[in-house]
């Protein structure tokens, strides 16, 4: 599938400050001593594992910010299936340039990689049935717009991307305001009329009030077993979307979607997912 890429002026700061702080004060001292100034040279960053590719657009930037002269053709882009030891990209031109970004390219493009096939496992498990898969804000602190880009790619569905994107009521807001009635009820006095409402539940009883109330349009249904699960979606009848979300693992997506929820939202697709090998080889 092909994906639109996010402006690079977005993901410019944070590409840099990954960089400033490779670099360090002095910059690459290594490469500076060893490598003469006029030395060119074609690397290829290849996947040393089959996966399902991210973080390209992320990796050709870090490269060009620390040279533009530097030629970056990627090969296979983001959201794109890859093989053990495909060539995903390659960068020609100073050697000292590609040496000094090959670090932060590849920690950027190991780590999406990572989640975009986490991503694709478990959206894999839900085929055949109407439920998304979707990601949480349980993301690495300053990557979450990379991280979420990485579930977008793996096939996979975002969630808010901060808290000011939605309203979304926890168990901690309706214990601290005194009950799921009276977090609805301020909810409609307060809440612009282009801001969706979604609140959570742990209890059967609990979506009971939320349907009596009104005034969200989507319920999560947290930590329910499947039985809980299809008593909620029955219950709800159509009146609001219904998402899953609590110890959402692997092995349970199947089972979950058939339960005729809307969304599955899982945390660990991003803050489980494990790094894959990737090398830049010259």
């Given at each position: 599938m092909s994906f639109a890429t996010?402006?690079?002026?977005?993901?410019?700061?944070?590409?840099?400050?990954?960089?400033?702080?490779d670099l360090g004060s002095y910059g690459d001292v290594?490469?500076?001593?060893?490598?003469?100034?006029?030395?060119t040279y074609a690397a290829r960053l290849n996947a040393r594992e089959d996966c399902v590719v991210s973080?390209?657009?992320?990796?050709a930037l870090a490269f060009r910010m620390v040279d533009p002269s530097l030629e970056v053709t990627t090969r296979v882009g983001d959201g794109e299936s890859a093989e053990k030891d495909t060539t995903l990209m390659e960068i020609k031109g100073s050697a000292a340039s590609i040496l000094s970004a090959e670090r932060v390219a590849l920690n950027y493009a190991g780590r999406l990689t990572g989640i975009a096939t986490k991503t694709a496992s478990f959206v894999?498990?839900?085929?055949?049935?109407?439920?998304?898969?979707?990601?949480?804000?349980?993301?690495?602190?300053?990557?979450?717009?990379?991280?979420?880009?990485?579930?977008?790619?793996g096939g996979g569905y975002n969630h808010r991307y901060s808290l000011s994107d939605a309203i979304l009521i926890k168990d901690n807001h309706i214990a601290a305001a005194g009950g799921v009635k009276q977090v609805l009820e301020a909810t409609k006095r307060h809440a612009s009329h282009m801001m969706a409402v979604e609140i959570e539940v742990d209890r059967l009883?609990?979506?009971?009030?939320?349907?009596?109330t009104g005034g969200a349009?989507?319920?999560?249904?947290?930590?329910?077993?499947n039985d809980q699960l299809r008593e909620a979606v029955a219950m709800v009848n159509g009146a609001m979307k219904t998402e899953a979300s609590g110890n959402v693992k692997l092995d349970r997506i199947k089972s979950i979607a058939a339960t005729g929820v809307d969304y599955i939202s899982s945390g660990a697709l991003t803050h489980s997912a494990r790094t894959i090998d990737l090398g830049l080889d010259f």
């Amino acid at each position: 599938m092909s994906f639109a890429t996010v402006p690079d002026l977005i993901l410019e700061p944070m590409v840099k400050a990954a960089l400033m702080e490779d670099l360090g004060s002095y910059g690459d001292v290594t490469t500076r001593a060893v490598i003469a100034a006029d030395t060119t040279y074609a690397a290829r960053l290849n996947a040393r594992e089959d996966c399902v590719v991210s973080g390209m657009q992320i990796a050709a930037l870090a490269f060009r910010m620390v040279d533009p002269s530097l030629e970056v053709t990627t090969r296979v882009g983001d959201g794109e299936s890859a093989e053990k030891d495909t060539t995903l990209m390659e960068i020609k031109g100073s050697a000292a340039s590609i040496l000094s970004a090959e670090r932060v390219a590849l920690n950027y493009a190991g780590r999406l990689t990572g989640i975009a096939t986490k991503t694709a496992s478990f959206v894999a498990e839900a085929e055949g049935t109407t439920a998304r898969v979707t990601c949480t804000r349980k993301t690495t602190p300053n990557m979450r717009l990379a991280e979420k880009l990485a579930v977008l790619h793996g096939g996979g569905y975002n969630h808010r991307y901060s808290l000011s994107d939605a309203i979304l009521i926890k168990d901690n807001h309706i214990a601290a305001a005194g009950g799921v009635k009276q977090v609805l009820e301020a909810t409609k006095r307060h809440a612009s009329h282009m801001m969706a409402v979604e609140i959570e539940v742990d209890r059967l009883d609990q979506l009971e009030e939320v349907l009596a109330t009104g005034g969200a349009s989507v319920v999560l249904l947290d930590n329910m077993d499947n039985d809980q699960l299809r008593e909620a979606v029955a219950m709800v009848n159509g009146a609001m979307k219904t998402e899953a979300s609590g110890n959402v693992k692997l092995d349970r997506i199947k089972s979950i979607a058939a339960t005729g929820v809307d969304y599955i939202s899982s945390g660990a697709l991003t803050h489980s997912a494990r790094t894959i090998d990737l090398g830049l080889d010259f």
